[in-house]
Nanobody
């Protein structure tokens, strides 16, 4: 009943920028915390940034000062502005959200998007 769809990935040169979006759709009462994760080949999935429903944010040390997470609650959409990209940022980026259901009321669901590829070339 809840789907997350990422967009905005692509190929960019070192130092370039990309803006990722994650839109939540379906039937639910509200979207609570949201987060961006990433996974490179042969490596574990790692948390990149998170944001609460109230707008509080946290970032991985590797992206602090370069990435900015934000959300538009009216559109149920989360964004990740990525600046000063480096080759080590290359990964599949996944949207994650904690959703409160409407029916039944008040059930928490953990949902993931399908992922979007970000490739940073030297």
């Amino acid at each position: 009943q809840v789907q997350l769809v990422e967009s905005g990935g692509g190929l960019v040169q070192t130092g370039g920028s990309l803006r990722l979006s994650c839109a939540a759709s379906g039937t639910f009462f509200s979207v609570n915390a949201m987060a961006w994760y990433r996974q490179a080949p042969g490596k574990q999935r790692e948390l990149v940034a998170s944001i609460t429903s109230g707008g509080s944010t946290n970032y991985a040390d590797s992206v602090k000062g370069r990435f900015t997470i934000s959300r538009d609650n009216a559109k149920n959409t989360m964004y990740l502005q990525m600046n000063s990209l480096r080759p080590e940022d290359t990964a599949v980026y996944y949207c994650n959200a904690i959703v409160t259901t409407a029916q039944p009321m008040g059930v928490l669901l953990d949902r993931w998007g399908q992922g979007t590829q970000v490739t940073v070339s030297s």
